[in-house]
Structure formats: C-alpha cells, structure tokens
C-alpha cells in the first residue's frame, strides 16, 4: 500500500507503523500535510508548510498541520530545531545522515554541514567530561558570502 508517491518503503512503513503503535489513523488531511512536508526540501517554517498544503487543500486547519508536523517529528520522519530566532524550522529525517548548521545571521541562509573532525572532538569532549553523547546538534552563526560581499 504505497499512499505516498516518492516516499522510500522504509519511511513509509516507519511512518505506518507509528500511526499504528499510537492509534492513530491516515486521515486524507494527514495524507495531504505528509505528501506536502516530503515534496518540500531544505529547511521549512511550519507557516510555509501551512501555505503548500492549503494551496492543495484549503480546508485543512492550520491546528491540523501542526498536529501532523508533531507526528512527524516524533515518529522520526521529521526534525525540528529552533535557530534562536524562536521560529521552529523542519527538515526531513529519516534516511538522512546527521549534520550540523552554518547560519546567516544577515539572511537567514542555512546550509547542512558535516565534518568528521568536530564530530570526533565533540565525542571526546563529552567523554573527558564523563558523558557519553546520545544525540547533538549544533549550529554556527555568521555571514554567507553572499552577504558579505554585500549581495544580499
């Protein structure tokens, strides 16, 4: 039963089988919101997100889109993270390789950043603290070139 079209067998049956764990069902609005979020790449504010899945479908509820934008995060197909700017951006998840952030603070212009040396060191650093690292995120803030050189 593949009800999303592109959407890899793996999430798919991730994604089904949290619905089920959780008795919660595929609604035709939740159908709409997941197909949305999975055509939509980068980093997404929920209120962009509203806006894609109500120019398919008017009306769904905003209420209902973060509901399943909760869903997905906590199913593991989505995550969420805050830049400090207090507005939650969403990204896909699954099947995705850990990465950290380099942010514009002019912009706003993120890229996806992933360097086995700040890897290694953060896990040492968690180490010679007597910690043992579970999961991390970071971001690093400054000013893209484009900025920099005055192009934004």
């Known amino acids: 039963m593949n009800f999303i079209v592109g959407m890899s067998k793996g999430a798919e049956t991730a994604f089904m089988d949290y619905m089920a764990s959780h008795n ?39 209420a209902t889109i973060y509901r399943t934008l909760r869903i997905l995060v906590e199913s593991g197909l989505a995550d969420s993270m805050d830049p400090g700017d207090g507005v939650a951006l969403y990204e896909h998840a699954y099947g995705h390789q850990h990465h950290d952030h380099l942010i514009c603070v002019n912009c706003g212009a993120t890229i996806e950043i992933f360097d086995e040396t700040i890897e290694s060191r953060q896990e040492k650093v968690a180490e010679d603290h007597g910690y043992k690292l579970t999961r991390h995120r970071m971001f690093l803030f400054g000013l893209c070139a484009d900025c920099q050189n005055g192009s934004h």
Request: hydrophobic share 35%; aromatic share 6%.
């Open 24 to 62: 919660l069902s595929m609604t035709p609005q939740r159908k709409i919101i997941v197909e949305t979020f999975l055509e939509t790449e980068g980093h997404f504010s929920a209120e962009h997100l509203c806006r894609l899945v109500k120019e398919k479908a008017s009306d769904i509820g905003q």
